[in-house]
């Protein structure tokens, strides 16, 4: 394991930081929205703020990480982006804004509120200045205001934040009122705020209050989202957290395994930790067994059938989840599944292209989808550049 933390270190500084760096926009602000199949730059595309946010919490980490400071530069560089795409008015993020910074999509969506609020709790860490962590304290209170009801997670608003159809983040043929994804980023987000509270030396009140939402939030998940029956999370559903759709997300459920181990080692709380950990670990088991081969992880299985497409994120979340297993755990399997998904990740996904990063999907042979641009506003630093973070934090002499 130590050589693949190696390769995975000569992975982030070669070339997964070097590709995002150059995507710096000194014209119009941020990063390029847009770098096509063929490897184009487009700095004149839309901007997204899941992108630009996930591109702040990368560099904030990378910092944290490697001390680096040019990496505390690209991170300040994103925070700037991220204040021009904040609505000083309404409050929150917009969906996106165009290259001249006028508002391309003013959707309010809490998926994009949780990445802001991911991003910015990385940056008041690296930057430790408390005007960062004044306005991710802000963002932390918008969302509390809101993106939750009393029964969960509010999803999608118009700019003025009336609501909205929940469209950019349904699918499989449903409009879903509340997802699984969203929650588990705000889940997310709010376990990097917990970090940031404690580590800026916030009051233990403070700490204290973001740590209570939080249990809230896993324990809504256990509740709401996770099917003991089926042994995976539900994905779409209506306002009662009724499911929508049958569809097992492969790379979510092994994402959850990981993301919600962080939740509760923030949370310190034994009996939550003794409720929820063996569920997580029921998510690795049930992918590692249905969904895992010699060449990766297969997307999602719906309706009965499975999509066998081998996604970027999906591929690099697979190799931190099953790892995380294999630490509880110590059965082999886990760790004979990060192996073959490195293989797999080495060999076949890692873009060897000049100027290339990462190809965001491949068939089950390894074929790249030569059409499917390089970077935009999905597509960011955020799951292969956290995987790499994530093996060296675990072992640090390398």
């Known amino acids: 394991m130590r050589e693949l933390t190696a390769e995975l270190a000569r992975e982030l500084t070669g070339h997964i930081i070097p590709f995002w760096k150059k995507l710096r926009d000194e014209e119009h602000g941020g990063y390029a929205g847009l770098v096509s199949s063929d490897l184009t730059v487009r700095p004149e595309a839309d901007k ?74 990385s940056y008041a860490r690296a930057s430790r200045c408390p005007d960062v962590l004044t306005r991710a304290r802000a963002q932390f209170d918008l969302m509390e205001a809101k993106c939750r009801d009393e029964d969960g997670i509010l999803e999608s608003f118009t700019e003025t934040w009336g609501p909205e159809e929940n469209r950019k983040l349904s699918g499989s043929g449903v409009l879903a009122f509340r997802t699984m994804n969203t929650l588990l980023h705000v889940i997310e987000a709010y376990t990097g705020f917990c970090r940031a509270v404690k580590e800026c030396r916030a009051s233990a009140g403070e700490e204290e209050a973001v740590k209570e939402r939080l249990r809230w939030l896993v324990s809504l998940w256990e509740s709401r989202i996770y099917n003991r029956d089926r042994r995976r999370q539900e994905v779409f559903f209506d306002a009662k957290y009724r499911s929508l759709a049958d569809v097992h997300s492969y790379g979510h459920d092994i994402e959850a395994s990981w993301l919600i181990e962080e939740s509760l080692e923030v949370l310190n709380d034994p009996a939550l930790t003794s409720r929820i950990r063996p569920l997580l670990l029921e998510l690795a088991d049930h992918v590692l067994t249905e969904a895992m081969s010699e060449t990766g992880l297969a997307n999602e299985r719906a309706d009965g059938k499975t999509d066998e497409r081998r996604c970027w994120w999906v591929q690099a979340e697979a190799m931190r989840g099953f790892l995380g297993a294999w630490e509880k755990t110590g059965e082999a399997r886990y760790r004979d599944a990060v192996l073959t998904e490195w293989r797999f990740i080495r060999e076949r996904l890692i873009d060897r292209r000049p100027g290339g990063e990462w190809f965001r999907t491949l068939s089950p042979d390894g074929t790249p989808y030569w059409n499917e641009p390089a970077a935009d506003p999905w597509k960011a630093p955020y799951h292969n550049g956290r995987l790499a973070m994530e093996f060296i934090r675990l072992d640090p002499e390398v």
Request: aromatic share 14%.
């Open 48 to 121: 997204g703020s899941i992108q630009n946010s996930r591109i702040l919490w990368f560099f904030s980490e990378a910092y944290l990480l490697l001390g680096d400071p040019s990496l505390l530069d690209e991170a300040e560089h994103a925070y700037s982006m991220l204040r021009r795409m904040t609505d000083e008015n309404n409050g929150g993020l917009y969906w996106s804004i165009r290259a001249d910074g006028t508002v391309a999509d003013g959707t309010k969506h809490t998926y994009c509120q949780a990445f802001a609020l991911y991003g910015l709790a």
